[in-house]
Nanobody, 121 residues
């Protein structure tokens, strides 16, 4: 199973970006998917997760109301829509696949390679 994250870039504060995570070599439809991010010198932190059917989501307080995760199981792809971006959102963003509803990175067994998001003020 491979996860390929894409869509990162360099934007201004207040701008929007949409990240995608394509799953290949397997399926995402039976698994929950999550997004994490890691800023330089910091631990990888939970951002958002979505259940297998896409009708239940959960977000970190730092992004709640600004970020939205969705999924298209027919395309084996998960999305992270990021609005009202702030400089503190600057990080490498990772998607991950897991079986258990958890905000711990240790519960996710497959990871994408990460995509850089840089937000300037």
């Amino acid at each position: 199973v491979q996860l390929q994250a894409s869509g990162g870039g360099q934007v201004q504060a207040g701008d929007s970006l949409r990240l995608s995570c394509a799953v290949s070599g397997g399926t995402s439809s039976s698994y929950l998917m999550a997004w994490f991010r890691q800023a330089p010198g910091k631990e990888r932190e939970f951002i958002a997760q979505i259940n297998w059917s896409g009708d239940v989501t959960s977000y970190a307080d730092s992004v709640k109301g600004r970020f939205t995760t969705t999924r298209d199981n027919a395309k084996n792809t998960v999305y992270l829509q990021m609005n009202s971006l702030k400089p503190e959102d600057t990080a490498i963003y990772y998607c991950a696949r897991g079986r258990w509803w958890s905000r711990s990175k240790d519960e996710y067994d497959h990871w994408g390679q990460g995509t850089q998001v840089t937000v300037s003020s």
